[in-house]
C-alpha cells in the first residue's frame, strides 16, 4: 500500500487534535491576557496570566495521563471525524491515544515556557 494511501486515515485526527489544542490554548491566552488588563499592578496581572498558563499546562498534563485506548473514542478528535477517516483497530486507538497524549504534552510544556516567562518578566518589574 503507497504510504499516501496509509496516512490518508492518519491526516484528518492529526489537523483535529492540533486544531483543537491550538484553540484551547487561544482560550487561555484569552483568559489570561482579560484578566492582565483588569489588573491595577503590572507584576500582579503578570503573575496571574501566569497562574492562567500554568494550570492550563497541569490541565493538559492531566489529560494526557486520563488518555487510554478505551478513552480515546470519547475525546473530541476522534468523534469530530467521521468513522471511515478513524485510524482503523486497535492499533488506531493505540496510535491516538499517543498521538494526542504527546500532543497534549508539547502543549503542556509550551504553557509551561509561557508560565516561566510571565513569571521573569513579573520578577524584573518587581526588581526595576
Known amino acids: 500500500?503507497?504510504?499516501?494511501?496509509?496516512?490518508?486515515?492518519?491526516?484528518?485526527?492529526?489537523?483535529?487534535?492540533?486544531?483543537?489544542?491550538?484553540?484551547?490554548?487561544?482560550?487561555?491566552?484569552?483568559?489570561g491576557i482579560v484578566l492582565v488588563a483588569r489588573g491595577d499592578a503590572p507584576g500582579v496581572s503578570l503573575l496571574i496570566a501566569a497562574n492562567v498558563a500554568l494550570i492550563f499546562a497541569v490541565a493538559l498534563s492531566i489529560y494526557a495521563c486520563w488518555l487510554t485506548e478505551e478513552r480515546i473514542a470519547r475525546t473530541e478528535p476522534w468523534r469530530a471525524i467521521a468513522p471511515r477517516e478513524r485510524?482503523?483497530?486497535?492499533?488506531?486507538?493505540?496510535?491516538?491515544?499517543?498521538?494526542?497524549?504527546?500532543?497534549?504534552?508539547?502543549?503542556?510544556?509550551?504553557?509551561s515556557a509561557a508560565a516561566i516567562a510571565l513569571c521573569a518578566m513579573a520578577l524584573l518589574l518587581r526588581i526595576a
Not at 7 to 12: D, T
Not at 22 to 30: E, Q
Not at 87 to 111: H, T
Request: charged letters at 20%.
Open 1 to 31: 500500500m503507497p504510504l499516501a494511501a496509509r496516512e490518508s486515515a492518519i491526516n484528518p485526527f492529526r489537523d483535529r487534535a492540533f486544531y483543537l489544542f491550538a484553540w484551547r490554548a487561544w482560550l487561555a491566552g484569552l483568559v
Open 87 to 111: 485510524p482503523a483497530g486497535y492499533a488506531g486507538l493505540r496510535w491516538a491515544r499517543n498521538y494526542l497524549a504527546e500532543l497534549a504534552l508539547r502543549f503542556a510544556k509550551g504553557a
